[in-house]
């Protein structure tokens, strides 16, 4: 071998040695950083703690983390390019971990329930390209290290509780393209280092607390198309070089304080311009004529400001969707004011249009009938418009929203209106409209609101009202209506509002007033009505105004009005009304404004509660009243003579007397002895309590065996045992010690049972504390078996291992009836007849435990709070750093804010829970996505739809029923179904009610247990 070919040789070798060791470190390195990932996806996984949807069961060991839901690696070196969990109602914090997959290009966990900050770790992911976060809990300020994520395109934060400034840092992400930081509570002003950003094409930062100006930085960001710094407080005026942005698509900056006037050249400046609001700012001027050229607008939202004059010639905008003018100075009261609106016939895709509020005069024109056919809202109240309305407004078939109050509207109101079946409002007060409300107002089937106060309309409230049945205003005060008031009106169950004052109605007060059970005012003076008040009003117990003054009533005021414990203002004045003031007025704690004058009422004067304030009460005019506090100036009541007794009469008292004092005596001693008799019973009671060892626990389990398994919660496993002396089965709770707040739980759930007994509570047998055979903590709380397992198994047959019950259970309409009652029941215990108020916390069908005979008892009270009797109803204003109590579904929203625990939160898990038991449906179910809830579900289908939402057993229970019977029965049964149905409604409502999303809005479980046993009591007496 040459010398040359020997060195070619060496070196070939030195190369291919080194090229396999480089090629070893890689592999090490690779593989290093492959466990890297896997060691932080597993620190992810370990922050969550709420996984519904049980997406996380498949990060475990069995599978590659690259196989793992939501992870997705790179082919070539398996390393986690992208993680992704979105909308997956996962709960916890994000792992600072997370900083470690150092592949990571995109990170998506939006539409969850994460809370606590992002980590500063994050700002280690320099490839990182498209970060979203929003929609979750997060909190503190955006990372200042964020400076480190070069390659970041997009970030989305918006939706959650962040705070602090805008990070400069910001502004050297040379890539960035997307910034969307809205609906978070920012401070601070916009970054002037955003001048930098040239790729940004988006900013949203809109709902936050922004102040200062808009700095003049924008004007230079060429790609740049959309700004929206809506619902901020900046002030100043928009920068000049703005103006010249011709890229602009969206601009909005609604709701501040920017000044100035709007450029003449706008339309020309912002040629590629769709969508432009600035509403609810301190613009002057005009609007510029040259808005016409922007012929794409979709958007001009221009309302709140100062501007004056006439609208510019809009017939260019074709595209145009939504016109929002409103309170402006717009006009001058000329006839010539709403040519604009003929221009707007162009717009074939106009939805909104909303000029109120300004000072536009003329007729409303006829061309208004060529109006695109996919308006909804149209809103022109509050101007100096006059003359009739168009017959041709009943074209608009997509109208949802009619405002023409406070103008000068003449004439009838057109028939034609009937045809707008879409419409939930229509509000034509305040004006001069004469003759009578068409009975076409019947079709409007989806009416929530009519307002027809302050007119001329005359003639009877026609009954085909009554197929309004989602009406909940029916305002018509002040015109010249008369007869009696529609028997129909009382079939509204869903009215809220019902104003009839300063007509000449007459006759009495409708039987069934009380079937408005969601009344909240009723508003009848300045009448002729007669006769009494109908002992039903008692049944709406929402109302909290109630006018009856200037009428004709007479008679006593029923004591059925004990129950309107929420009532603010009481008038009951110049009427007829006779008999002693009731009493049970001076309880109601609420009652703000009471007037009693001008009456014939007679008696004492009470001297409690609002009778207690001269400025908030009036009783003159009634010359037969007397007493009450000094400044009512009545006389004093006198005090009926006593004759004085005679010699003899006074004898026998004393004997009487004294033969009483020596019973009392006598009784008093027998009853020391029996108080020392039950004293001495306890005492053995407690001997003879229930002893359980750790040892008689693994026997009655066989060693806490799997098939004994019967259900497993958060902090531990339930098993089923048998215990040797005696036989007694049991339920065994077992407490996993290990599992974060199991011992709090233990205590909690021991504190709570301790002194508490009621028939629909589950009763603790004994308590198992000590060690297991291995020296570690051991605890266990051992209940009365219930044979029927959990509501859960049989609302539910298809148990949690995905297998099929032994036996397919359901439940009768009776039985979920029962049961719901019981539940109730005992809620109403914790919450008013404990010495100390109990908040379950934790309300869901799995703990709620059916005995042999299916009664109901409410368990697991390992959630369970003491409340301080002073905060059982605390203001929604209070929070709490506790976190959410309960489970995702049946907690109530105020908690997810940071809501202290209250009975308004059982409250709100019982109407779930009885959603759930009447529906079928968990508040979990795949269904309910978005803004679609359980709650809503129901409250859109009752009652027209009731049929479609029921459990299907209840609806075969209901049809089996009709037809089991011979053919004589028919009828009975048919109505029977019938009644069925109304008591399947009522439970709805009260479901609806208790699951209120405003918590004031809520019953309290005593009234809810009142109305589910009247609902019970009336379907008994059906059968």
């Not at 501040?256 to 613009?283: C, D, E, M």
């Not at 414990?565 to 003031?581: E, K, M, P, T």
């Amino acid at each position: 071998m040459s010398l040359s070919n020997s060195i070619s040789y060496l070196f070939f070798s030195s190369f291919c040695i080194h090229a396999l060791i480089l090629h070893s470190i890689c592999i090490c390195l690779a593989f290093s950083g492959n466990e890297t990932d896997r060691l932080a996806l597993l620190e992810v996984k370990a922050r969550i703690t709420s996984d519904p949807f049980g997406v996380m069961a498949s990060w475990n060991e069995t599978n590659h983390f690259c196989d793992w839901h939501g992870v997705t690696c790179g082919r070539r070196h398996q390393r986690v390019t992208s993680l992704s969990l979105k909308s997956l109602k996962l709960a916890g914090s994000i792992s600072p971990h997370v900083g470690n997959l150092s592949f990571l290009r995109a990170l998506h966990l939006q539409n969850n329930s994460f809370s606590h900050e992002i980590p500063p770790a994050i700002g280690h992911l320099r490839r990182l390209e498209d970060l979203r976060l929003y929609n979750n809990s997060l909190t503190g300020e955006i990372p200042s290290n964020i400076s480190g994520w070069s390659s970041l395109i997009n970030i989305v934060l918006s939706h959650n509780f962040l705070v602090g400034k805008i990070p400069q840092e910001l502004g050297t992400l040379s890539k960035l393209r997307l910034i969307v930081i809205q609906n978070n509570h920012l401070t601070g002003s916009v970054p002037y280092s955003f001048g930098n950003l040239s790729s940004l094409k988006a900013l949203h930062a809109s709902s936050n607390n922004l102040t200062g100006s808009i700095p003049d930085i924008f004007g230079q960001l060429t790609n740049l198309s959309t700004l929206v710094l809506d619902l901020n407080g900046l002030s100043g005026v928009i920068p000049p070089s703005f103006f010249n942005h011709s890229s602009i698509t969206t601009f909005g900056a609604s709701y501040n304080k920017i000044q100035g006037t709007l450029p003449s050249n706008l339309g020309v400046a912002f040629q590629s311009l769709k969508f432009f609001r600035i509403n609810y700012n301190q613009f002057t001027g005009p609007i510029p004529a040259s808005i016409s050229n922007a012929s794409n607008l979709v958007a001009l939202g221009l309302g709140g400001n100062q501007l004056h004059g006439k609208v510019p010639s809009l017939e260019n905008l074709i595209s145009l969707e939504e016109f929002v003018l409103p309170d402006n100075r717009l006009g001058s009261g000329g006839i010539d004011d709403l040519t604009f609106l003929c221009h707007l016939t162009n717009a074939t895709r106009l939805r909104i249009l909303q000029i109120g509020n300004n000072t536009f005069g003329g007729m409303l024109p006829e061309c208004i009938a060529n109006l695109s056919s996919s308006i909804r809202f149209f809103h022109v109240s509050d101007n100096k418009i006059f003359g009739s309305i168009p017959n041709g407004i009943g074209n608009l078939v997509s109208l949802e929203s009619v405002q023409l109050f406070a103008n000068r509207f003449s004439g009838h109101i057109p028939p034609h209106v009937g045809k707008l079946q879409r419409l939930y409002e229509l509000s034509m007060d305040n004006n001069f409209l004469s003759g009578n409300v068409p009975s076409s107002f019947g079709n409007l089937s989806r009416l929530t609101k009519l307002n027809l106060y302050g007119n001329k309309l005359r003639g009877n409230v026609p009954s085909s009202l009554a197929e309004c049945q989602n009406l909940m205003v029916l305002s018509l005060d002040a015109n010249d209506f008369n007869g009696i008031i529609p028997q129909e009106i009382t079939g509204l169950s869903s009215l809220n509002e019902l104003s009839l004052s300063q007509n000449h109605f007459t006759g009495s007060l409708p039987r069934d007033i009380g079937k408005l059970i969601n009344l909240q005012y009723l508003v009848i003076s300045g009448n002729k009505l007669f006769g009494e008040i109908p002992p039903s009003l008692g049944s709406c117990i929402r109302l909290e105004y109630l006018y009856m003054d200037q009428n004709f009533f007479q008679g006593k005021i029923p004591s059925s009005l004990a129950s309107l414990r929420g009532l603010a203002d009481l008038y009951l004045s110049q009427n007829n009304f006779s008999g002693v003031i009731p009493e049970f007025l001076e309880r109601f704690q609420v009652l703000q404004s009471l007037n009693l004058s001008f009456n014939n009422f007679e008696g004492s004067v009470p001297s409690n509660g609002i009778f207690k304030n001269a400025t908030a009460t009036s009783v003159e005019g009634n010359s037969k009243l007397c007493g009450g506090i000094p400044e009512f100036h009545l006389p004093k009541c006198r005090v009926p003579h006593k004759r004085g007794l005679s010699p003899t009469m006074k004898l026998i008292i004393s004997l009487v007397f004294g033969i009483l004092g020596v019973i009392l005596v006598l009784t008093f001693l027998y009853l020391q002895c029996l108080r020392r008799g039950k004293k001495e019973s306890a005492s053995s009671d407690s001997e003879k309590f229930l002893k359980v060892s750790y040892q008689s626990l693994l026997k009655a389990t066989d060693a806490l065996s799997s098939t004994n398994l019967i259900g497993m919660g958060s902090f531990g496993s339930v098993y089923k045992g048998v215990l040797e002396d005696g036989g007694a089965t049991i339920a065994i709770k077992v407490f996993n010690l290990v599992r974060r707040g199991a011992y709090k739980s233990f205590t909690a759930e021991c504190e709570a049972l301790k002194n508490i007994r009621h028939r629909n509570l589950v009763k603790v047998l004994s308590v198992c504390s000590g060690s297991d055979y291995r020296g570690n903590d051991f605890k266990a709380l051992i209940y009365e078996f219930m044979v029927n397992g959990s509501l859960e198994e049989w609302l539910h047959p298809a148990g949690t291992n995905g297998e099929i019950n032994e036996r397919q259970r359901s439940l009768t309409f009776c039985q979920r009836l029962n049961i719901a009652i019981d539940v109730a029941m005992a809620l109403e215990y914790l919450h008013h007849h404990c010495e100390t108020p109990i908040v379950h916390c934790d309300l869901k069908p799995s703990n709620v435990l059916l005995d042999d005979d299916m009664i109901g008892h409410v368990g697991d009270f390992g959630l369970a709070k003491f409340l301080p009797i002073t905060s059982q109803t605390s203001s929604g204003n209070q929070s709490s750093s506790l976190g959410i109590k309960g489970t995702i579904g049946y907690t109530p929203p105020e908690y997810g804010m940071g809501h202290n625990v209250w009975i308004q939160g059982d409250v709100y898990s019982y109407g779930i829970l009885l959603l759930e038991m009447f529906t079928g449906k968990k508040p979990t179910d795949n269904l309910f996505q978005g803004t679609l809830t359980l709650h809503n579900f129901v409250k859109a289908a009752v009652p027209e739809q009731l049929v479609e939402i029921v459990d299907p057993v209840l609806v075969q229970e209901m049809v089996q029923a009709e037809m089991s019977t011979s053919d004589h029965r028919n009828e009975d049964n048919a109505r029977l179904r019938m009644k069925t149905e109304e008591c399947l409604i009522s439970i709805l409502e009260i479901g609806l009610a208790c699951s209120a999303e405003l918590p004031g809005e809520r019953l309290d479980m005593s009234d809810a247990v009142a109305q589910m046993c009247q609902i019970r009591k009336k379907h008994t007496v059906q059968r």
